[in-house]
């Protein structure tokens, strides 16, 4: 009797401490990688067009719906040879903690020429 006691005790402890544990590293594992997949698109994207182009500015209005909120230093249009654009990344997400929060920038140079 005392063997099942004990059985019944590890596992209530697992389900109470290591279930909300491995849940909230497997989201955030989840969040973290769409976030770094998202700042690297966004770059890559804004050196293909050459600037902030609408395409640019419709992606980034798609991911603003998904809790990406995106800013770039310099507006909206082609931008020329060498300029430099700053992006800015902060990016919402609830995990089993609560709201999680990451920021992050990039610099994005310019090489497409008109």
Do not use: C, W
Not at 2 to 20: Q, T
Not at 23 to 28: A, G, H, Q
Not at 45 to 69: D, H, M
């Amino acid at each position: 009797m005392s063997n099942m006691k004990s059985g019944i005790f590890i596992l209530i402890i697992v389900a109470v401490f290591g279930i909300p544990y491995f849940l909230m590293v497997t989201i955030d594992s989840f969040q973290q990688q769409a976030f770094l997949k998202v700042t690297t698109e966004i770059p890559e994207l804004i050196k293909a067009e050459g600037g902030v182009s609408p395409v640019v500015r419709q992606v980034t209005n798609n991911l603003q719906e998904r809790g990406f909120q995106i800013t770039y230093s310099q507006p909206d249009g082609v931008r020329h040879f060498g300029e430099e654009i700053v992006i800015n990344y902060v990016y919402e997400y609830q995990n089993v903690k609560g709201l999680e929060r990451i920021e992050m920038h990039n610099n994005v140079t310019i090489m497409k020429r008109e």
